[in-house]
């Protein structure tokens, strides 16, 4: 069985400065992909950046980067500069065989 | 690039009631097509998927079917709801590029009363 453990159940930062998420996962599948999508109050989700596991290289997306590290079945969501707007739950996801969610962190932006 | 659109964005029922959410999908053909349900503030259960035209696969037992009429169609329902039916339903299928990337529609917020 696949699981994902997010254990920040909330998280804040100054608008401007950089925040860390954490998220660790595990499954017995050799291929699979990593999420981090966004759900702004409007319950909208939003997929934010994208990780093949078979990639090495971190993936990234404008201020947002992962840093993933696949032996320790880690993935964790840095967001540089934050913005008002990055404000949000944010959730780490597992693509195996299915999708498989944490329970999500909340990420307030303080101004 | 695909749009998913979900109809009705609220919605509050009695219990005992049937339901109908639908979900439709453009600009893609034939896609996988899920149905994910999420509790307030948690993380979501798949509930069924659809691979093509009257394939529905169950994951979690419960008071729920789905239906796959047409291709870009895909239909939740119930025959009687129950108060733990109470949600937000989330349909999703996979973009174009990735069949592993899932794109979700706006949801529908149902509260069974």
């Known amino acids: 069985a696949q ?8 998280m804040s930062v100054q608008e401007a400065e950089t925040v860390t998420l ?8 050799s291929d699979y992909y990593l999420f981090w999508y966004k759900q702004p109050p409007s319950r909208q989700m939003i997929l ?31 967001i540089s500069d934050s913005q008002l707007g990055d404000a949000a739950m944010y959730f780490c996801v597992l693509s195996g065989s299915r999708l498989t969610f944490g329970e999500g962190t909340q990420l307030t932006v303080n101004p | ?26 600009g893609t053909s034939n896609p996988n ?27 979690v037992p419960q008071n729920l079917s789905a239906s796959r009429p047409q291709d870009r169609q895909f239909i ?8 733990s039916d109470s949600g937000f339903y989330l349909c999703a299928s996979p973009g174009g590029g990735s069949t592993d990337t899932q794109y979700f529609g706006p949801g529908t917020r149902l509260t069974v009363l």
């Open chain 2, 33 to 59: 097509l899920y149905w994910y349900r999420q509790a307030a503030g948690r993380g979501l259960q798949l509930l069924f998927y659809s691979v093509g035209i009257g394939q529905i696969s169950s994951e």
């Open chain 1, 48 to 78: 934010v950046i994208r990780q093949e596991a078979y990639k090495q290289q971190n993936a990234t997306e404008n201020r947002f980067s992962v840093n993933f590290q696949k032996a320790a079945k880690s993935f964790s969501l840095k």
């Open chain 1, 22 to 29: 954490s998220c660790t996962y595990d499954t017995s599948e």
């Open chain 2, 76 to 83: 939740l329902s119930s025959k009687k709801l129950l108060l």
């Open chain 2, 1 to 26: 690039s695909q749009t998913i659109h979900q109809w009705p964005a609220t919605l509050v029922q009695p219990v005992g009631s049937p339901l109908s959410l639908e979900c439709t999908v453009e």
């Open chain 1, 3 to 10: 699981t994902v453990t997010q254990s920040q159940p909330e």
